[in-house]
């Protein structure tokens, strides 16, 4: 069974600070993704890293993939109210083909910035 | 194009009865996913469709729970004799496929489901 950790499970900041949040595993996974998903709706797809040691930028986030496919990070540079919501890691087993069966999910970072 | 849309958006139930939960992918994509979220919880997968076909359901909690697709396109989740336990929220999702780079996954906004 593969396992992600999320770490911190929550994490209240305030508007302008910078944050990083970290998913691991003792897993190699062949990709993962980040969602973001606000309450009252469904996950949606930030990002995807393939590559051990692939960096991804969007906007003021920042994402990285372990040189051994085993953690991620998520980094947000002066952090905006509009950040706040759970923040989701998901990795695609390496020996699945990317399936369903293989995409394990993180329990999420509860982040909350405040004004 | 529209997203993953899914229905009823709320649901509240009594212990026992059955319910029906449905859910409309992402026009082309073959592959649809069922998870569900409970309070505090990550997403517990469920069971994945490839076109109409469901290869695994072990991750279906009880025997009491069921899902369908038909056509490769809308699916449904059935729970009988529904318990306090299965209050959650019950998430889909789908893809353009399973393999590679197209198992990203597009959810739709959830059924809360609460029994009482």
């Known amino acids: 069974t593969q396992l992600l950790e999320q770490s911190p499970q929550f994490l209240s900041i305030q508007e302008g600070e910078n944050l990083t949040v970290y998913c691991n595993s003792s897993?190699?996974?062949?990709?993962l993704q980040w969602y973001r998903q606000e309450p009252g709706e469904g996950p949606v797809l930030l990002v995807t890293?393939?590559?051990?040691?692939e960096v991804k930028k969007l906007k003021r986030l920042t994402f990285q993939f372990g040189d051994a496919r085993k953690d991620s990070s998520l980094h947000i540079t002066a952090a905006q109210p509009g950040d706040t919501g759970l923040y989701l890691c998901?990795?695609?087993?390496?020996?699945?083909?990317?399936?369903?069966?293989?995409?394990?999910f993180g329990k999420g970072t509860h982040l909350i910035i405040q004004p | 194009g529209a997203g993953v849309s899914q229905s009823p958006s709320n649901k509240v139930t009594e212990k026992g009865k059955d319910v029906e939960l449905r859910c409309d992918p992402i026009?082309?994509?073959?592959?649809l996913y069922w998870y569900r979220q409970s309070l505090g919880q990550g997403l517990e997968f469920l069971i994945y469709?490839?076109?109409?076909?469901?290869?695994?359901k072990s991750g279906l909690p009880s025997d009491r729970f069921s899902a369908e697709r038909t056509g490769g396109s809308v699916s449904t989740l059935t729970i009988q004799r529904t318990q306090q336990e299965d209050s959650a929220v019950y998430l889909c999702?789908?893809?353009?496929?399973?393999?590679?780079?197209?198992?990203?996954?597009?959810f739709g906004p959830g059924t809360r489901l609460t029994v009482t």
């Open positions: 469709f490839q076109g109409n076909s469901a290869p695994d």
């Open positions: 897993s190699v996974f062949s990709s």
């Open positions: 026009s082309g994509h073959t592959a």
């Open positions: 999702a789908s893809s353009f496929d399973v393999w590679g780079a197209n198992y990203e996954q597009y």
């Open positions: 890293v393939v590559t051990g040691g």
């Open positions: 998901a990795g695609a087993g390496i020996y699945s083909g990317g399936g369903a069966d293989g995409l394990t």
